[in-house]
């Protein structure tokens, strides 16, 4: 079985404040790739990242940046001087051989 | 421009009627997915394809039907078998249906059973 879960449901920071939103996952297998979605009210989700379980190389994109832990079984996903279009529902999911599995969702609203 | 349709937005449906929603993808894409997204529940697999003429199940198929006669289209019926179909259904489409490809999403339709 595998598993994905991401223990904030909401989170509301003000404009320019960093924030970091977790994901934890479970798997068997040992290879498998893990990426964050965002989900702006317009409603279809955007890829962000990828990121596969032999790679723990943390990776910065502009004010994004995400932290692989695999002895942890973390991938957490931190916005760093956080802006109003930012706010989104994100999602973590987890691909396996056999499955791709999302968490249930962080809703983040950035108040300016 | 390149990507996936889905119509209409929001559907409104009476209790014991069969609904079908519109995916469509231009994007030459061979893996076409259909989810269910409830309130803090994420995206849940209903059914999937890999390639035109084949579809799978996924974890929560019960009440729906779907079919892949050409490879840009991927239509799902709500039957009236479907005990609480009230949510927002999201199709997806990869290049290929492999671990490492990323999922392109539509909009999404809104259906509500009155």
């Known amino acids: 079985a595998q598993k994905v879960t991401q223990a904030q449901t909401e989170i509301s920071v003000v404009e320019k404040e960093d924030v970091t939103l977790d994901c934890v996952y479970e798997?068997?297998?040992?290879?498998?790739?893990l990426f964050w979605y965002k989900q702006p009210p317009s409603g279809e989700l955007v890829f962000l990242i990828r990121r596969n379980s032999f790679d723990e190389q943390n990776e910065i994109s502009g004010r994004y940046s995400w932290n692989f832990q695999k002895s942890t079984s973390s991938f957490n996903f931190t916005i760093t001087a956080s802006q109003v279009v930012d706010s989104a529902v994100y999602f973590c999911?987890?691909?396996?051989?056999?499955?791709?599995?999302f968490g249930e969702g962080t809703q983040l609203t950035v108040n300016p | 421009d390149g990507g996936i349709t889905q119509s209409p937005k929001y559907l409104f449906r009476k209790e014991g009627q069969n609904v079908t929603l519109s995916c469509e993808q231009n994007?030459?894409?061979?893996?076409m997915y259909w989810y269910r997204q409830d309130p803090g529940q994420g995206l849940r697999l209903i059914y999937y394809s890999q390639i035109v003429n084949d579809f799978q199940k996924g974890d929560i198929a019960e009440g729906y039907s779907v079919s892949r006669e050409k490879k840009e289209s991927f239509p799902l019926t709500v039957t009236s078998a479907q005990k609480n179909p009230t949510a927002f259904y999201l199709c997806?489409?990869?290049?290929?249906?492999?671990?490492?490809?990323?999922?392109?999403f539509g909009q999404g339709t809104r259906l509500t059973v009155v």
């Open positions: 999911a987890l691909a396996t051989r056999s499955r791709l599995t």
């Open positions: 798997t068997r297998d040992t290879t498998y790739y």
């Open positions: 997806a489409s990869s290049i290929k249906w492999t671990m490492n490809t990323e999922a392109f």
């Open positions: 994007l030459n894409h061979d893996a």
